[in-house]
T-cell receptor, first 112, second 115 residues
């Protein structure tokens, strides 16, 4: 069966510091991968998606970037965090003809 | 572009009462619909999905949703809720753009079950 991992689970970072969040998927190959942000009390905002290694599409202009160095690894980064980057970050995967997505446990980021 | 509207941001109900969480989507030629549940500080879990076939779909924990094409709705119902159903519920619709399948989510409905 497939599983998806995210780490760290929680993170507190000062404004201006760098960020690296990692997501890995097990039990499948060539998945579609997605990064979402969920601000407090709000819905999900799609940030990035990837259909293959090195292929990254951005949905909204922002202070963040994403990379996919390996087939089942998806990384969310920032060079300098802003207060507005605080939120709950969720990674998800889908595959092939699947329409549904499966989500990881999330990372709670607080920028202070 | 696809869009999803969840008509209620919060729904409080008493335990063992019935509940309906409303979801409307923008019309499209072919549409696939989903309900996800999110417990506090956790990721989203797929609750049920409509892809084709019977318009009534069910989950393993007693929820059901009905796809209504004429009303562009996909409301979620449960005849008798439990304390453990307290969570945030998200409705989503598929969207195909720029060579990738995506999901468009509603803003969520917070279901609170009171004893």
């Amino acid at each position: 069966s497939q599983t998806i991992h995210q780490w760290p689970a929680t993170l507190v970072q000062p404004v201006g510091s760098p960020l690296s969040l990692e997501c890995t998927v097990e039990g499948t190959s060539n998945p579609n991968l997605y990064w979402y942000r969920q601000a407090a009390g709000r819905g999900l905002q799609l940030l990035f998606y990837s259909v293959g290694i090195g292929q990254i599409s951005s949905e909204v202009p922002q202070n963040l970037s994403a990379s996919r160095p390996q087939d089942r690894q998806f990384i969310l980064s920032s060079k300098k965090l802003l207060l507005s980057d605080s939120g709950f970050y969720l990674c998800a995967w889908s595959h092939g003809q699947m329409y549904e997505q499966y989500f990881g446990p999330g990372t709670r980021l607080t920028v202070t | 572009a696809q869009s999803v509207t969840q008509l209620d941001s919060q729904v409080p109900v008493f335990e063992e009462a019935p509940v309906e969480l409303r979801c409307n989507y923008s019309s499209s030629v072919s549409v696939y619909l989903f309900w996800y549940v999110q417990y506090p500080n956790q990721g989203l879990q797929l609750l049920l999905k409509y892809l084709s076939g019977s318009t009534l779909v069910e989950s393993i924990n007693g929820f059901e949703a009905e796809f209504n094409k004429s009303q562009t709705s996909f409301h979620l119902r449960k005849p008798s809720v439990h304390i453990s159903d307290t969570a945030e519920y998200f409705c989503a619709v598929n969207s195909w753009s720029e060579g990738a399948q995506k999901l468009v989510f509603g803003q969520g409905t917070r279901l609170t079950i009171n004893p």
